[in-house]
Nanobody, 114 residues
Framework: QVQLVESGGGLVQPGGSLRLSCAAS????????MGWYRQAPGKQRELVAH???????NYADSVKGRFTISRDNAKNTVYLQMNSLKPEDTAVYYC????????WGQGTQVTVSS
């Protein structure tokens, strides 16, 4: 079993930045992958970014060049640095871990609005 707890969401103006954190209840060193997904009202959940155990990453086209995913194995935490935020980035952001099964956090709200 893996528990994931997200934090760092909030209200930010367009063009602003936020950093989301996802803390795992156990070591993430052996996790195959961790990722961030988001779900806007009335839309399906979509992939934002993944980071794999070897350090490789992939991003949704809509966030490339603006978002950066990283992991700190010593802190059992994955981060999502979000820059140049746009209103269309507004969503609930969920952390995901692939470790002998898929695990999800409870989500954190990100609202981009002036």
């Amino acid at each position: 079993q893996v528990q994931l707890v997200e934090s760092g969401g909030g209200l930010v103006q367009p063009g602003g930045s936020l950093r989301l954190s996802c803390a795992a209840s156990r070591s993430i060193f052996s996790f195959y992958a961790m990722g961030w997904y988001r779900q806007a009202p009335g839309k399906q959940r979509e992939l934002v970014a993944h980071i794999y155990s070897g350090g490789s990453t992939n991003y949704a086209d809509s966030v490339k060049g603006r978002f950066t995913i990283s992991r700190d194995n010593a802190k059992n935490t994955v981060y999502l640095q979000m820059n140049s935020l746009k209103p269309e980035d507004t969503a609930v952001y969920y952390c995901n871990a692939d470790f002998k099964g898929l695990y999800w956090g409870q989500g954190t709200q990100v609202t981009v609005s002036s």
